[in-house]
Nanobody, 118 residues
Framework: QVQLVESGGGWVQPGGSLRLSCAAS????????MGWYRQAPGKQRELVAD???????RYGESVKGRFTISRDNAKNMVYLQMNTLKPEDTAVYFC????????????WGQGTQVTVSS
């Protein structure tokens, strides 16, 4: 089993920055990719960004150029640096992980709220 715990959410004004962190524990060797999804009220969960153990990254179109995902494999941590935040970035952000053979993310954190408003 793998446990994922997010931290770093909160409230920020438009144009501000936040950094989310996710700590993984348990059967860490099973994790190949880690990432972040978000879900706003009334909307589907969407990919924000993800990263493999080799450093390959993907970003959702709406966050490209503003968000940066990084990973510390030695510490079993993944981070999401969010800059130039917009009100439409308001959502619950979920950390996720999957093994190499998994076609979709199977490990999920509880989520952390990010609110962008003035």
């Amino acid at each position: 089993q793998v446990q994922l715990v997010e931290s770093g959410g909160g409230w920020v004004q438009p144009g501000g920055s936040l950094r989310l962190s996710c700590a993984a524990s348990g059967t860490i060797l099973r994790i190949y990719a880690m990432g972040w999804y978000r879900q706003a009220p009334g909307k589907q969960r969407e990919l924000v960004a993800d990263i493999t153990t080799g450093g390959g990254t993907r970003y959702g179109e709406s966050v490209k150029g503003r968000f940066t995902i990084s990973r510390d494999n030695a510490k079993n941590m993944v981070y999401l640096q969010m800059n130039t935040l917009k009100p439409e970035d308001t959502a619950v952000y979920f950390c996720c992980g999957r093994g190499y053979a998994d076609l979709q993310y199977i490990y999920w954190g509880q989520g952390t709220q990010v609110t962008v408003s003035s």
